[in-house]
Nanobody, 114 residues
Framework: QVRLVESGGGLVQAGGSLRLSCAAS????????MGWYRQVPGKQRELVAS???????NYADSVKGRFTISRDNAKKTVYLQMNSLKPEDTAVYYC????????WGQGTQVTVSS
């Protein structure tokens, strides 16, 4: 079973950038759907960005134009480049893949100070 480990979170000032990484324990070449989600306390986990094997992307309206999802099959890694960060982007960010069933990483905290 594929395991996912996120990294790259941290504290950044508003307007700054971070790049999140999601390293998989096995090949992601055949995984069609990969995504980044985020969650704040008391709220439901929400989709931030997703990417299919065919290259189709989907972004939450709140991050369009600021965030970019990408994957490197050779490195078995999915990335989320986050630019122009806002305090409302503060959340725990989770990597997710669908291999017939859903697999989640442990999450990485992103905190954006104003």
């Amino acid at each position: 079973q594929v395991r996912l480990v996120e990294s790259g979170g941290g504290l950044v000032q508003a307007g700054g950038s971070l790049r999140l990484s999601c390293a998989a324990s096995a090949s992601i070449f055949s995984i069609n759907y990969m995504g980044w989600y985020r969650q704040v306390p008391g709220k439901q986990r929400e989709l931030v960005a997703s990417l299919t094997n065919g290259g189709s992307t989907n972004y939450a309206d709140s991050v369009k134009g600021r965030f970019t999802i990408s994957r490197d099959n050779a490195k078995k890694t999915v990335y989320l480049q986050m630019n122009s960060l806002k305090p409302e982007d503060t959340a725990v960010y989770y990597c997710h893949v669908n291999v017939g069933f859903g697999i989640w990483g442990q999450g990485t905290q992103v905190t954006v100070s104003s």
